[in-house]
């Protein structure tokens, strides 16, 4: 940051705390103008890139002096190794992964994020030919499957695979992706062990001692590969659940919104050099898209079929409009014909789900710990320090204090930022009915009987 932005930082700062207007605000004496006016961003092709697309399409960005291109990137590694060179100004990006690059964990880089881009939006979908082995032990009400289904219904069918000599094989996004940790999550909770990984000892295939074989598969092949037979499963962001639906080819059998409530998703994340060199362009970027989350969830989602137009489009997801609306826009098909309310199954705005809470940082960093991708134990200040150098929700507010002082946001559509400490309170919604609290991480992962806790190792 240069002495003349970190003078106006401060001068802007005092003046939204003093509550002055926005004609003040909008004075050069305040506002800070974006350092860099013309942004490339990544994206892969999933519904919840949406607060990016809308932040483009409806002049969200341009409002801010931002000229922003968005580029779909093949797979998660490429989108991250990009943003690392600076191809990318930043990107959509899976929770886990500014905090795996930045503990190291597969590539090292120090990665941040301000804005927190959705909550919910996964599903975990099988195979017909294990969804029918899988019914026969769910059950039933008026003919139709008792919802949540866990993965003790599964169970049986994994070993009737290993009575047969088979391995059964399930596909996720990326190794520190919230799908992986959810799909090992729900695994887990129905007493199948989803495997270790072992970095120490060069086994980053986390199939160690796994009665699942869990392998990355990119979402938008997800049905094609169970199609052929290759995986039997596969959790995965929409429209591709869906899609195995409408195909014919396949069953979801359980949201992340069943496995953990309003859990979130995918984050906007940036280099820290980036974030350091260009503050008032960051703070830009978060304030568009904060106004682009709030516009997908505004009057009970009434915006929805519009933003589902938009995604449908090729430069942006590039799936049909029926697949895309059947989650978008507050229902979710199970079992063909089976489409049941969901109203949150995809929350952009509500339930501050913009705002970086440093619990879900905690959360995800638990879950690399149990698994093994972290080996070794860590005394939970360890969690809070990352927490911290990874989330941002300093940068966050002021962007939203910017937005309040303008009069395009309300000051009650956000976390009370005078007490806000960065925690949600104890969350019990989960599958398994385990507590989560983020302040004790070592306590939390003790409370598991399948997974790494205290000093064991791999």
Known sequence: MTLSHAIKRVVKSVALGAGLTATLLSTSAFAGDPEKEELKFGFIKLTDMAPLAIAAEKGFFEDEGL????????????????????????????????????????????????????????????????????KKHIPHENGKPVHPIKADYLKPVIEKYKDEGKPFKMGMVFPVSTHNYELRYWLAAGGISPGFYAPEKGDTSGTLKADALLSVTPP????????????????????????????????????????????????????KAWAD?????????????????????????ANRPEAVKILSQSNYVGADYDVIANSMTGTFEYEKGDKREIPDFNVFFRHNATYPYYSDAIWYLTQMRRWGQIADQKPDS??????KKVYRPDIYTLAAKELIAEGKMKASEFPDFDKEDGFKPVQK??????????????????????????NEKV
């Open 277 to 301: 060199k260009y503050p008032e362009t960051h703070i830009a970027v978060v304030k568009g898209m904060i106004r682009a989350a709030k516009w997908l969830d505004d009057k009970n989602n």
């Open 67 to 134: 000229f922003v291109e968005l580029e779909a990137q093949a797979n998660w590694k490429v989108l991250l190794d990009r943003v690392i060179t600076g191809e990318l100004d930043g990107a959509h990006m899976l929770a886990g992964q500014p905090l795996g690059a930045t503990i190291g964990f597969g590539t090292q880089a120090h990665i941040v994020t301000a804005f927190s881009m959705d909550l919910n939006g996964n599903g975990i979908t099988v195979s017909n030919s294990v969804w029918d082995e899988m």
């Open 220 to 271: 938008p092949q997800m049905p094609s590969t169970m199609e052929a037979g290759t995986i039997d499963g596969y959790c995965v962001g929409e429209p591709w659940n869906q899609q195995a639906v409408f195909k014919g080819i396949g069953v979801p059998v359980i949201t992340d919104y069943e496995i953990w409530k309003n859990n979130p998703e995918k984050v906007f994340g940036v280099s």
């Open 429 to 454: 919604e989960f599958i398994d009915n385990v507590p989560y609290n983020g302040k004790k991480p070592n306590d939390y992962l003790k409370k598991f009987n399948i997974g790494l806790k205290g």
């Open 382 to 387: 360890w969690y809070m320090d990352i927490a």
